[in-house]
């Protein structure tokens, strides 16, 4: 006798496996141009994963950016096991190197109150990079949401509870090739 997979707990696919693939290229191609000459005069970009959900995102993009790289993670939370944000934002696990003079890049799964991502913007910020920005997966359109600029955005969607590609509900559906939302009745 087999239990369910994970598709049974499936509603739709949002993004495919190859709309994700085509995306991460372009924003790849962007930051190689945006970044080339920068890279040129010998400054060096830092590409920093929000763990756990970005780490997929991560490892696709930085093998599309075609310039030299450096990966640093930290680990924050702020959600638990829930599906809205608690609004307490806690640093986990902090950067391993110091991203003074660097051109910092926050590799993140999903804006989705922001303020994880504001929290983290600030406290970055304070550590003296030459630049920061923000690259996302994905970007849900909210009314409540934290002003946050995000120039690298892989896709918008609604207030849907979504998954896969890294994204997930209590530590579940990480390894789902497309981005799909989530069946109500699993958080319900």
């Known amino acids: 006798m087999h239990g369910p997979t994970v598709h049974d707990d499936i509603q739709r696919v949002l993004f495919s496996e190859e709309q994700i693939a085509q995306r991460v290229l372009e924003l790849g191609r ?16 830092e590409l920093v994963c929000l763990l756990r959900g970005s ?37 986990q696990k902090d950067l391993a190197d110091d991203v003074a003079g660097r051109h910092v890049i926050i590799v993140e799964d999903v804006i989705d109150s922001g303020l994880t991502l504001k929290f983290i913007s600030k406290n970055l910020e304070s550590r003296g990079p030459r630049s920061l920005e923000i690259a996302a997966l994905v970007r849900k359109d909210l009314r409540d949401q934290a002003d946050i600029s995000c120039k690298y955005q892989g896709f918008a969607c609604g207030d849907d509870f979504i998954v896969g590609y890294g994204l997930d509900f209590a530590e579940r559906y990480r390894n789902l090739s497309e981005v799909c939302i989530l069946d109500p009745k699993v958080y319900a």
């Open 55 to 91: 780490s997929i995102f991560m490892a696709d993009l930085a093998r599309a950016i075609k310039l030299p790289v450096r990966m640093d993670f930290m680990c924050v939370s702020s959600y638990g096991n829930g599906v809205h944000s608690s609004g307490m934002v806690r640093i």
């Open 30 to 45: 962007q930051i190689t141009a945006d970044y080339a000459d920068a890279v040129a005069r010998g400054e060096e970009i």
